[in-house]
């Protein structure tokens, strides 16, 4: 639950499978309804409106909540002289917290990108005899070229300038590319592991 501020009203806003929602009761009062519950009632239509539990100071209740749509109904339908300041407001707001998420999820995706990539190089540490820094060089490496070409890139692209897509294709490559490199130090493969891994990925994408 996110709590913003405006005028001196707090609207309390939660997001509900992935779309961010108001409290109707907030919204209604921020525009001087007399009775929030009948103008959510006369004013929302059902598709824009709905339920979700939320902690209060009287412990947890379902309070309705409104989609963006929902909230320009109000607005619309509102005496009150700020309505149009309000509406733009929400439109900024609601656009900030949609921008925040994604910025979270994609901070999450790049710790457990780095942790997968620590546990891919324990892996090539444990499986080798005589494992070496150039071991896990050439293991990334391999990754990255390969991923690079997928996608149609004539020269290799570092991991930092991959897009997240791309990064989530590699994390399978590199754990192939370790996979590989263990078993021919195992059992003395007479292979190359590049261009098995940069074989593998053109049938991939010419499938």
Same mark, same amino acid.
Do not use: C
């Given at each position: 639950?996110?709590?913003?501020?405006?005028?001196? &009203?707090?609207?309390?806003?939660?997001?509900?499978?992935?779309?961010?929602?108001?409290?109707?009761?907030?919204?209604? +009062?921020?525009?001087?309804?007399?009775?929030?519950?009948?103008?959510?009632?006369? &004013?929302?239509?059902?598709?824009?409106?709905?339920? /979700?539990?939320?902690?209060?100071?009287?412990?947890?209740?379902?309070?309705?909540?409104?989609?963006?749509?929902?909230?320009?109904?109000?607005?619309?339908?509102?005496?009150?002289?700020?309505?149009?300041?309000?509406?733009?407001?929400?439109? @900024?707001?609601?656009?900030?917290?949609?921008?925040?998420?994604?910025?979270?999820?994609?901070?999450?995706?790049?710790?457990?990108?780095?942790? &997968?990539?620590?546990?891919?190089?324990?892996?090539?540490?444990?499986? +080798?005899? &005589?494992? /070496?820094?150039?071991?896990?060089?050439?293991?990334?490496?391999?990754?990255?070229?390969?991923?690079?070409?997928?996608?149609?890139?004539?020269?290799?692209?570092?991991?930092?300038?991959?897009?997240?897509?791309?990064?989530?294709?590699?994390? @399978?490559?590199?754990?192939?590319?370790?996979? +590989?490199?263990?078993?021919?130090?195992?059992?003395?493969?007479?292979?190359?592991? /590049?261009?098995?891994?940069? @074989?593998?990925?053109?049938?991939?994408?010419?499938?």
């Amino acid at each position: 639950m996110e709590i913003q501020h405006w005028n001196g &009203h707090n609207i309390r806003f939660v997001e509900v499978n992935g779309e961010w929602m108001a409290v109707g009761k907030d919204v209604a +009062l921020t525009l001087e309804y007399v009775n929030p519950t009948k103008a959510i009632r006369d &004013h929302v239509d059902d598709e824009n409106k709905g339920g /979700s539990v939320l902690d209060t100071p009287g412990g947890k209740q379902e309070l309705i909540v409104i989609d963006e749509l929902g909230i320009y109904d109000l607005v619309f339908n509102s005496k009150m002289p700020q309505a149009k300041q309000f509406k733009r407001w929400v439109h @900024s707001i609601i656009r900030e917290l949609r921008k925040s998420v994604g910025l979270k999820a994609y901070q999450a995706f790049e710790m457990f990108d780095t942790k &997968h990539q620590k546990e891919a190089m324990a892996r090539l540490q444990q499986g +080798l005899k &005589h494992p /070496s820094k150039i071991d896990y060089v050439k293991a990334n490496i391999i990754a990255n070229k390969s991923v690079s070409n997928q996608y149609g890139f004539p020269k290799m692209l570092a991991k930092r300038n991959m897009t997240p897509e791309m990064k989530r294709d590699r994390e @399978s490559v590199l754990d192939d590319t370790v996979q +590989l490199m263990k078993l021919k130090d195992r059992y003395g493969l007479d292979l190359s592991v /590049s261009e098995t891994i940069y @074989s593998r990925g053109n049938s991939d994408q010419t499938a």
